[in-house]
Nanobody, 116 residues
């Protein structure tokens, strides 16, 4: 079964940057789209960025121009470069496949905290 492991989160000051990584086991990574999701305390999980197997990217309005999603199919890795972070970006970040019917069990996520 495919497993997803997120990493790269941490505490960063407003305006700072982080790069999140998503490691996927198994051979299905390269043929599927993937997305980065986040869940803030008391809120529902939301999709913030996605990239298809062909490389087409989409972003939520709240992160457009600040976040960049990319992938390395040869390494079964996905990434989310986050710049100009604000406290509103504080959340646990997860990766998974898109569309939703292709999702596998969620990983543990990685905590991003933006605070001065």
């Amino acid at each position: 079964q495919v497993q997803l492991v997120e990493s790269g989160g941490g505490l960063v000051q407003p305006g700072g940057s982080l790069r999140l990584s998503c490691a996927a086991s198994g051979s299905i990574f390269s043929v599927n789209g993937m997305g980065w999701y986040r869940q803030a305390p008391g809120k529902q999980r939301e999709l913030v960025a996605s990239i298809t197997s062909g490389g087409t990217r989409n972003y939520a309005d709240s992160v457009k121009g600040r976040f960049t999603i990319y992938r390395d199919n040869a390494k079964n890795m996905g990434y989310l470069q986050m710049n100009s972070l604000t406290p509103e970006d504080t959340a646990v970040y997860y990766c998974n496949f898109i569309p939703s019917w292709k999702q596998v069990p969620w990983g543990q996520g990685t905590q991003v905290t933006v605070s001065s």
